[in-house]
């Protein structure tokens, strides 16, 4: 398996743009997590879906960011308009169900976001 | 809110030298703590990770413990290697569902 495919892996753009982040999570994981780290604020959970449901969204920082999954193989994070704080690298990770949640997340190798 | 910190921030150590990362945690409904890895322009990668009814494992040079009682886990990176240099986070299971609550991070640095 290709492991987590993220893609950009760089973008870079000007404020007041939209920028869309893109996931292919490892084939057969059922959770998939959107993750975005600062030097400040370290590794922050965004949201995470079950499924291609979303479970729990209230790390997204404000209604400029969304996040959707249409199918198992695909999502994406689109923050609209964007803004030079939301410079940061985002990561994608996906896990296996299985007992009480005790499965390892692999992470994919990021999107670097720099907003101008 | 649940928290995860994670002490120190930075740790230098002698190549060949043992180290200790520690972090304690607020739920006590957690019963999952991974240790992740990161390597710089990668992702976190999973080292090692241990259960609430587990109180230490290891795997080769790498080992964790887990107090429940006092809320806290610890890694130990024995016989210590230049590949070892990396940032280490450890996590905790919020409650025992699949969201992990992560620490501020360690920057392990191995000296020559």
């Known amino acids: 398996d290709a492991g987590v495919i993220q893609s950009p892996r760089h973008e870079v753009t000007e404020m007041g743009q939209e920028v869309t982040l893109r996931c292919k999570p490892i084939?057969?994981?059922?959770?998939l997590f959107w993750y975005r780290q600062t030097m400040m604020r370290g590794l922050e959970l965004l949201i995470y879906?079950?499924?291609?449901?979303?479970?729990?969204d209230s790390g997204m920082p404000e209604d400029r960011f969304s996040a959707k999954m249409p199918n198992a193989s695909f999502s994406t994070l689109k923050i609209q308009p964007s803004e030079p704080r939301d410079s940061a690298v985002y990561f994608c990770?996906?896990?296996?169900?299985?007992?009480?949640?005790?499965?390892?997340?692999?992470f994919g190798p990021g999107t670097r976001l720099t907003v101008l | 809110g649940e928290n995860v910190e994670q002490h120190p921030s930075t740790l230098s150590v002698q190549e060949g030298d043992s180290a200790v990362i520690k972090c304690t945690y607020s739920d006590s409904a957690s019963n999952y703590f991974p240790w992740y890895k990161q390597e710089l322009g990668k992702g976190p990668q999973l080292i090692i990770d241990?259960?609430?009814n587990v109180g230490e494992k290891k795997d080769q040079r790498i080992a964790v413990t887990l107090n429940k009682t006092a809320k806290h886990f610890s890694l130990h990176i024995t016989e210590t290697q230049p590949e070892d240099s990396a940032v280490y986070f450890c996590?905790?299971?919020?409650?025992?569902?699949?969201?992990?609550?992560w620490g501020a991070g360690t920057k392990l640095i191995i000296k020559p």
């Open positions: 084939s057969g994981h059922d959770y």
């Open positions: 990770a996906s896990s296996p169900s299985g007992t009480g949640g005790m499965h390892e997340q692999f």
């Open positions: 879906f079950n499924n291609n449901v979303p479970i729990d």
């Open positions: 996590a905790a299971s919020l409650g025992s569902n699949y969201q992990l609550i």
């Open positions: 241990i259960r609430s």
